[in-house]
Structure formats: C-alpha cells, structure tokens
C-alpha cells in the first residue's frame, strides 16, 4: 500500500539506516528498495541533501516532529522542492527507535507558482510603467485595481481609489450620470464609448481638471462584467494644438497687417492727394487775397473745389476703415460679388495705374446674390489680384489683368470668378503655392494664399491655381449661391 | 524775358493741379496744367523759358522718366519735384539726374516753392542768353581759317608775333595779318578782350 502513495516514504533506525524505502525510491534514486535496508540515507539521497535534511532527521531523533519545506539538491534525481516530514517512532518505553520520513516532491507545483508569480509580476511592471493610467472597474463602476500612471494622473494613491466608485474620476455632470451610463449599456448593449475612445475631461483629487483621450476595454469573469478604462492625459497635445491655433491666428492677422502695410502707403498716397489740393488751392486764395485780386467768382470756385476736395479725403479715410475692420467682426451677408471686386479695383487702382496694368472686367455675375464675409473676400480679391500685379512686374511686354465673373445659369448653384495675368507663372511645385509659409516671393511669409484658399473654403467654395493660355496664372475660385441654411 | 516764361504742372491728381495753377497764378505766372508726361510732351515749347512742376509718381510715363527725357535736349528745362510720400531714393535720383528741387506734397511753406520756381526760371533764362551767346560766338569763330584759328591760340597763350612765326613757318609780317583779320572777324580790340571772349567760350 505505501508504494502506492505519491510520496517517498521512509523507516530509518536510529542510526539513520534504512528499515523500510517504497518504492518512489527506485524512480527518484534508481535505487531497488529491496536492496535499502541497512543502507545509511545519506548514501542514498546523497551528502549534499543529507546536510540540508539532517537537522531534521536529528530533531526527530529527539523526540520531536520536523516539517521541512524547500529545495534540496539530491544525489542522482537533481534538485526538488519537496515538503517533508520527520516523525519520531517511540517503543512502548518511549523511547525514539526509529523515524518515519514522509516527503512529497512540489517541484511542479512550485514552478507552476514561479511561473504564476512571474507573470503576474511582470504584468504588474508593465501596467505600472505604462505611461496611460488603466483602470478596471465593475459593474457597478467599482474601482478593482488601477496602475501608477493612474494615481499620478489623478492624484489619488491606490488606496483611496480601489472601492469607490469610478465617477470621483470625473467632473460633473458625469459624475453624477456614469451609474447610468453603465446601466444603460449593460440593458441595451449600445457602445458609446467602449471600444471607440474619445476625448472627455478628468478631475483630480484637488479638484483640477484636464483633457483626457479615454478607450473602454471590457471583459467577462465569472459571469460579471468588468470594464477597463485606458486614459492619456492630453494636456500637453491640447496645448501645442492650441498655440498652433493662435500662431496661425496671429499669422493671419500679421499677413494682413502687412497687406495694410502696403495698402496704408497707397492711402496715404490717395488722402494726400486733396490735402496737396486743399492746402494749396487755400495757398493761392489767401496770396490771392492780400494782392487784392480775388474776386467773389474766383471765391465761391475755389472754395466748392477745395470744399470736394475736403469730401474725397473722408471717403478714402472711411473705405480704408471698413477695409482695416477685422474680417472676423462682420457675419456673413448678401453680398454681390461684382461690387466687391469693383471694390478692390477701387482700392488697388493707384497700384494698378503705378503698375501700368490694363484691367479687363468682365463682370456678368448679374444681381446674384451670395452669402458672404465680405470683408474675408475682399481680402482674398486682393491678395489675388495683389499677386497677379507682382507677377506681372517683370513683364516687357503689355500687363494685362483679367477678371472674369461667371453668368449667372439656372443648375449650377455656384458664382465663379476667375484672376488671370500675363505674368511669370506659376513655380513648379505648382500645388504648394497654397501650403502656409510656401513662397516664390523673396520677402513672402507665404501666408497668403494658404489664408486665401482657407477662406473660400469655409465659405463652401474652392480655390484653384492653373497655367493661362498663352503666359502667366488664373487664379479661379467659386462661391455657392444657394443660402448656407440650404446647403450640406 | 520772365513775363514769356512759363511754369508748366504736370499732376495727375485733378485737384492738385488746380491748386497748383491757381497758387502760380496767383503769383503772376502764366501756367500750363496737364495731367499726364505725354500730354505736356504735345504742348512742350523748348524754345521758351521754363518751369517743369512734376509729380514724381505718375500713371504711364513717371516723372523721373520724363526728366530722363528732357535731359537729352540741348536745353534741359529746369524741373522740380513733387512728391505724396516720402520716397527718399527716388528723390535722390531725380536729384541726381540734375533736378533743381524736391517739394514734398503738400507743401506748407508756398513761397519757397515759389522762390524757387522764380530761380528755376531765372537760371533757365540765364542758360538760355549763354546759349545764344555760345551760339553766336560759334559762328564768329567758324569764320576763322585754320591758320587764323591756330593764330589766336598763340596769342591768347601771350606768345609775340615773332615766336609765333617761328613756330608755324611764316613770316612775322603773315602772322601780323593773320592776326589783323581774326581780330576783325571776331570783333575784339585787344589781346584783353580776346582773352576774355575765348575764356567766357570755354566756361558755357
């Protein structure tokens, strides 16, 4: 019967030698058990086991029970980690004669549990380094484990997370909802943010808040549900997104200052005209007048000429106010898009004639009526027209800028408007004209058409560049006609 | 000679050319407007005294251009500048290219500009005088033959008939008659006057 037992069984006298091995003797020692008794163990299991187990053994010896548990290296079989067993045999004098030795081998389980404790380790390392925080919750949002990057993230330790409900994660009205949320999901199935992630905001243990990229992963144990939460704080990204914003903002707003830089010395230019004319029609009057020769004729003349003078100057002062007025103050309007570029040519007529350009209008968009920013395409009329006027600086031969504005025609929803020149045409890289800080110009900040298309973009139109006919660029763009409330 | 003087305006701002026309008026000149270089080109007289008024930024031809212009005519008219902004490197070229003046618009104080426009006009009269006296003094001096002319050389450097002689081969009584001869052609007196003559000559 004792050699049926999974362990190695024993009955050493007290000189250590055998009585009785079974018969796991044979396949841990290759030894026959019938050859054992008189045997001193330590021939058996070999010196270097023998040292380990041998207090043991002299325990028992003693009169006492020994329990050893560990590894022991054997003769023959190579290490084990066994339990073992060291109990004192008495003679009805009670006396010790003999131990019974009852070791079980646990190698196997021992490695399984290495194993176990290896992984569990190992995964622990990788959830706790991992630079997302991870949380896993119930159903019922019950915080079971979270990882490091968690804690730090939100400024809470483990302790006070795991058993509280998820939602002290979460600002309001969150908060008070995700018991829902949770519910909802679990009744009908329907995934809002499992296995989808999006952006939401989380709230620290002081109360601050930050922009997170959360992702719901879920699983099953023992018929429960569990959910595990995966979040990435966002700050620093929703930051540099931010400051790209308003760099690009400022830029914008740079271009046109510039562009107002350029245009302000065409103004000054035009108010100094009737000031020229005022001063110096007054001038003539007042000489005029000390020699005694003016009369009433020459008097009521100059005055209505310096009084037209006076009005000129206002309205220049007044164009270039709504023109400087920023784009984004006016909401979109009805506009016509032949007064706007009439507008522009208005403008730009002294650059034009200094330029010595011959403008062809061919405006026939008739009384259609289109949505618009007006100031935001005026600024694109002129950036377009503005370059069409540097392209053709070099040109020996006739400067001509072309301006063509579609028919207005029953199917096509949308107004076309085409800015052509004779000019240098267009850079090889042809589609780049339009990226932001992309410029043939020496002192080009190469904002300008990338802002232009921008524009007519988010007005519901496009911008496209194309070689002309015979030399130079068309610069086309179109603008929808229908009211934006009947677009999409 | 002022009173056939003109000034001419070239602008072509409609307002600051009647400014500009009354203000010269007023003044006492007669005045020309026009508001393009071509324009003026049609009506420009070279023969008379002048003043030119120009805008320095103009459509089609630019003031500069029309300087540019002038300057190839044997009598370049006075010019005066005016411009709107302060555009320094074109003020410096027109300057440069022998402009009288630069006036930026407006311009507060009119009487230097009308100052200055009187003393254009002077200057281009006095130019004019030389020019006839220069003129007139060519003819006189293509009278002269070759030997009359190498003559008077020599006699302005203050040589005496005799070296004179030596040095061109001929008698000193040829080079008396020589001299006799060119004297008359050119109606001076003296070997003073003939100095002077010759020098104011060299000067226009």
Redesign the interface.
């Known amino acids: 019967m004792l050699d049926h037992l999974p362990a190695l069984i024993a009955f050493l006298k007290v000189d250590q030698c055998y009585v009785y091995g079974n018969r796991l003797h044979f396949s841990w020692f290759g030894i026959d058990p019938a050859s054992l008794a008189g045997r001193h163990i330590r021939d058996v299991i070999g010196e270097d086991a023998y040292q380990v187990l041998k207090p043991g053994y002299e325990k028992a010896l003693s009169g006492q029970d020994s329990i050893f548990m560990g590894e022991v290296p054997f003769a023959n079989g190579g290490k084990r980690f066994i339990h073992g067993t060291a109990v004192p045999l008495f003679s009805d004098s009670n006396v010790v004669e003999g131990i019974l030795l009852l070791t079980t081998d646990l190698t196997e389980q021992k490695l399984i549990e290495k194993a176990l404790d290896a992984t569990t380790l190992r995964s622990q390392t990788v959830l706790d380094t991992a630079v997302d925080g991870i949380v896993t919750i119930d159903d019922k949002g019950i915080i079971q484990s979270c990882n490091t990057s968690l804690q730090k993230q939100f400024g809470y330790s483990a302790n006070e997370l795991i058993g509280q409900s998820v939602n002290i994660l979460m600002p309001s009205p969150h908060r008070e909802n995700h018991d829902r949320y949770l519910q909802r999901y679990l009744n009908t199935g329907e995934k809002r943010i499992i296995g989808i992630g999006r952006e939401v905001t989380g709230k620290r243990k002081d109360g601050s808040e930050f922009p997170m990229e959360l992702s719901v992963g879920e699983f099953m144990e023992n018929g429960r549900y569990f959910f595990t939460g995966f979040a990435r704080d966002i700050t620093d990204r929703k930051r540099a997104e931010h400051e790209a914003r308003t760099r690009l903002n400022e830029l914008a707003h740079v271009t046109r200052q510039s562009a107002m830089g350029d245009l302000a010395?065409g103004i000054?230019?035009e108010i100094?005209?009737?000031?020229?004319?005022?001063?110096?029609?007054a001038?003539?009057?007042l000489?005029?007048l000390r020699?005694d020769?003016l009369d009433s004729a020459m008097v009521e003349s100059?005055l209505e000429?310096i009084a037209?003078?006076g009005v000129?100057s206002s309205t220049i002062i007044n164009q270039m106010r709504e023109f400087i007025s920023k784009g984004n103050i006016e909401e979109s309007a009805p506009h016509n898009i032949d007064v706007i570029i009439s507008n522009v040519l208005q403008l730009l007529e002294h650059e034009i004639?200094?330029n010595?350009i011959r403008v062809n209008a061919r405006l026939h968009s008739g009384r259609i009526i289109i949505n618009v920013n007006r100031i935001q395409i005026e600024q694109v009329v002129m950036n377009l027209v503005q370059n069409a006027i540097d392209a053709m600086a070099d040109v020996p031969r006739e400067r001509i800028l072309t301006i063509n504005t579609s028919e207005p025609q029953q199917d096509i929803p949308y107004v076309e408007v085409s800015i052509e020149d004779n000019g240098s045409g267009l850079p090889d890289e042809h589609e780049r004209i339009f990226e932001p800080f992309f410029s043939t110009k020496i002192n080009g900040m190469g904002q300008g058409l990338s802002i232009c298309r921008s524009i007519i973009e988010s007005h519901g139109g496009t911008l496209s560049a194309f070689p002309n006919y015979a030399n130079g660029t068309v610069f086309s763009f179109t603008l929808p006609t229908e009211p934006a409330e009947n677009r999409k | 000679m002022k009173q056939q003087a003109r000034v001419y305006i070239v602008d072509d701002d409609s307002g600051v050319r009647d400014g500009l026309q009354m203000l010269f008026e007023s003044a006492g000149h007669t005045v020309s407007a026009f508001s393009t270089a071509e324009k003026f080109l049609q009506c420009y007289e070279p023969g008379a005294p002048c003043c030119l008024v120009l805008d320095l930024r103009m459509p089609g031809f630019s003031g500069l251009q029309l300087q540019e212009l002038l300057a190839r005519q044997e009598l370049p008219p006075p010019i005066i500048f005016l411009t709107g902004h302060g555009n320094v490197p074109a003020a410096v070229k027109a300057l440069k290219a022998g402009a009288m003046d630069f006036f930026q618009k407006p311009v507060i104080n009119e009487q230097q500009l009308l100052d200055r426009v009187n003393e254009a006009i002077r200057q281009d009269c006095e130019a004019r005088a030389e020019a006839i006296k220069r003129e007139d003094f060519k003819q006189l001096l293509e009278q002269l033959t070759p030997r009359e002319m190498e003559v008077m050389e020599r006699v302005c450097e203050g040589e005496a008939n005799k070296v004179i002689g030596i040095e061109l081969g001929i008698s000193e009584r040829t080079v008396e008659l020589h001299r006799a001869h060119m004297m008359k052609k050119l109606g001076v007196h003296s070997v003073a006057e003939l100095i002077h003559f010759r020098d104011s000559f060299r000067d226009l």
């Open positions: 010395s000054a230019h100094n005209q009737p000031l020229t004319a005022i001063v110096t029609m001038q003539a009057m000489r005029s020699s020769k100059t000429k037209r003078q000129r004639d200094s010595k």
